[in-house]
Nanobody, 119 residues
């Protein structure tokens, strides 16, 4: 089957940087859009950034100019470079990908990685 495995979360001071990675593996025919969501305690899950297979990107207003999403199609991997981190960026970050296994693409999710921004 298909798995998304995230890495790169952790504790960082305000103003610091982190880079998240998410690698897809399994019986993959093709991957369409990939993205990062986040969910803070007591809040709804929100889209942080997304990228199409052709490299078109979309960002939440709160992270534009600070975060950069990219992907390596050869490695089935999406990245999120997070700079100038703020305490309000603290959340569990989840990777999402639209993956075609047989005919119709489906949404797949990673298990999440904790990002904590605190002094």
């Amino acid at each position: 089957q298909v798995q998304l495995v995230e890495s790169g979360g952790g504790l960082v001071q305000p103003g610091g940087s982190l880079r998240l990675s998410c690698a897809a593996s399994g019986s993959i025919f093709s991957i369409y859009a990939m993205g990062w969501y986040r969910q803070a305690p007591g809040k709804q899950r929100e889209l942080v950034a997304a990228i199409t297979s052709g490299g078109i990107t979309n960002y939440a207003a709160s992270v534009k100019g600070r975060f950069t999403i990219s992907r390596d199609n050869a490695k089935n991997t999406v990245y999120l470079q997070m700079n100038s981190l703020k305490p309000e960026d603290t959340a569990v970050y989840l990777c999402n990908a639209q993956i075609r296994v047989l005919v119709t693409p489906n949404d797949y999710w990673g298990q999440g990685t904790q990002v904590t921004v605190s002094s």
